[in-house]
């Protein structure tokens, strides 16, 4: 997997991208810490106010983002964000109003939601070779799970020898670190598409391309099952731990590593897996692990317990998620990569809108086995909506026709107006073959 890093143009988006989680981690731990100093016994309906309003940034900004990105280089775009980024992080220091928190966050999400497509789509374009992006897929999500595990504990020693102010220097030396990292390489061209569209236009093609691909819209459906795993796991790990167990904050943070060393398990393997597998099949078996995930929780009574099962869960976690760029890749020209990936970040993150605040309202409300039986319940449905929704046998190659094409359109050529190629939704393919 490592060998990827050879390509210097790869390497130093990596680099950009370990750094930048590194600084986003920092500023996690120290946000806990300015909502306390500010709310007190409070702290945590500020920080799921916060919560909540990246989400909604995650789910708005990001189409329109990309659509208003088109004209404007991609890399003088993503140094842009990271600046703000990095000026963003710089004034959380110095709120003194909980009103100021929400805003800067507002900024810092959003500058988040149009940086983080945009980055992606660079990477397929990067790495053509299919087999070097699964293993750059996989190297991704590695970094997201050893983010989770080494920023919080890099936050712990710094705190060692300094207050929680610094943490947000840590922050913005990563989003600088970021930025000069994307401007010390040379993004491959793009071709831009000779007819330009309005931004609206441009902000919903992404998302019809995704409802017109069959495989696309199964993976709509399987967002939906990670987030209601995930958001189980996130929001509800502490009530488990440290209020049904009356264990340790320790012990809490040992149930997130179990679940971030199963997600970095699957990470591993997964290069190879997809080798013999198909993207549809071992997507679909993670996401059936994500459900049994589910029902095995509902007989934990111990720590002991929990760890396996949040284990498992971090497998399915990273499975479900991490081939998802190839299937992105495979269904988008290289112009509309932005839309597409714009599209798949703000569809999964509005999946996470809704689970989020029903795990916890659930937990809080019913307790926890009615809210596991109704998060496996909604999973299974979105599960069984996804085998239906992606077609089991995909051809390489579609054989359709074109009745509305002059006879010398260059598209039709010596192939007839019927013929067959690789289908992708375009202009000239707006609609998926029956």
Known sequence: MLDILKHRT???????????????????????????????????RVLGTAMAIKM?????????ASALADNVPRRIMLVALDLVRAATALALPFVT??????????????????????FQSTI??????????????SLSRLAYDLENLVSPALAAMLLLFTSWPALFSGTVIGFIASALLVTSVVFPAVIKPQQRKGVYARAWHGFQIFTATPRLRGVMALNLVVSLAGAMVIINTVVLVQGQFDLTEQHTAMAFAAFGGGSMLAALALPALLQRWQDRRVMLTAAAMLIAGLVMALAVTSLGWLLPVWAWLGVGFSAAQTPIGRLLTRSAHGEDRPAVFAAQFSLS????????????????VAGMHITLLVLTALALFAFVAAIKLWPAHEPNELPHQHTDLAEDHTHIGATGREHAHPYIIDSLHPKWPN
């Open 10 to 44: 790869y390497r130093h988006l990596f680099l950009a991208q370990v750094v930048a989680l590194l600084g986003t981690g920092l500023a996690t731990v120290a946000l806990s810490m300015v909502a306390f100093d500010l709310a007190g016994d409070d702290a945590g």
């Open 349 to 364: 993150h509005a999946g996470w809108l809704i689970a989020y605040p029903l795990s916890g309202w659930l937990g809080s």
């Open 124 to 137: 397929p374009d990067t790495l053509p070779n299919e087999a070097d992006y699964t293993k750059a897929l």
């Open 97 to 118: 109003e909980i009103w100021e928190v929400y805003l800067l966050i507002a900024v810092l999400q959003s500058a988040s939601a149009a940086f983080t497509p945009i």
């Open 56 to 64: 909604v940034a995650y789910v708005l900004i990001a189409p329109f």
